[in-house]
């Protein structure tokens, strides 16, 4: 009996530490780092996004960031980008077109930066994967109203992007023509309707 008492002394005891501990470790916040991973969504709002043009084209529906309205492009203000990786689910609908910017300036009207393109179905001829302007995929990757996995990765002049852990886009640009600037995503059209989730980026060395 005196044994059950003391065990019993020491199970209370030793979940009052736990508790304690667990109560004075920092709470992690939202949007940490992981591995170098710094969360660009928080899933309910668009702080830290500003649009360049027609701001009600963006607003979040069921956990994403949508694009659906006249042209415009919405911003990630918290910091530039130089060399990094740029990560997003994305989906798309028919005829959609839209895209990815890395190291973009903010300003009116189309930004100046590389641009990885979404697109499938519409008639732009640079499809999803393309680096808009500098390196052209024809065919479709991807179908209609599908989500999928687009990763641009900027590193010195090197750019490259990869669908669904595929490299599509392997580009050298020997101009180096932008080597700083936000990330940015794309609403190209009325009648477009495209949706950006698990937004993450990655500062490189």
């Known amino acids: 009996m005196k044994y059950l008492a003391m065990l019993a002394f020491g199970v209370v005891a030793a979940a009052w530490w736990i508790?304690?501990?667990?109560?004075s470790a920092p709470a992690v916040p939202s949007g940490a780092a992981k591995d170098g991973w710094i969360s660009m969504f928080d899933g309910k709002?668009?702080?830290?996004?500003?649009?360049?043009?027609?701001?009600?084209?963006?607003?979040?529906?069921d956990g994403a960031i949508t694009g659906d309205g006249p042209a415009s492009h919405l911003f990630w203000m918290a910091r530039e980008c130089e060399n990094c990786e740029f990560s997003a689910e994305v989906k798309l609908n028919h005829s959609g077109n839209s895209g990815m910017y890395i190291r973009t300036a903010f300003g009116p009207g189309f930004p100046k930066g590389y641009e990885a393109q979404v697109e499938n179905t519409s008639p732009d001829p640079q499809k999803t994967?393309?680096?808009?302007?500098?390196?052209?995929?024809?065919?479709?990757?991807?179908?209609?109203?599908?989500?999928?996995?687009?990763h641009v990765i900027a590193n010195g002049n090197h750019i490259v992007i990869k669908i669904n852990g595929k490299v599509v886009t392997d580009y050298?640009?020997?101009?180096?023509?932008?080597?700083?600037?936000?990330?940015?995503?794309?609403?190209?059209?009325?009648?477009?309707?495209?949706?950006?989730?698990?937004?993450?980026?990655?500062?490189?060395?």
């Open 19 to 23: 508790s304690a501990a667990d109560q």
């Open 45 to 61: 709002t668009l702080d830290g996004w500003k649009a360049n043009g027609n701001p009600d084209s963006w607003k979040v529906v």
């Open 129 to 150: 994967g393309s680096l808009y302007g500098f390196s052209k995929i024809g065919e479709q990757l991807i179908q209609d109203d599908t989500w999928w996995t687009q």
């Open 172 to 205: 050298v640009d020997q101009k180096n023509t932008y080597t700083k600037g936000y990330l940015a995503l794309q609403q190209h059209n009325l009648g477009s309707i495209v949706q950006f989730r698990k937004l993450m980026m990655r500062p490189l060395p």
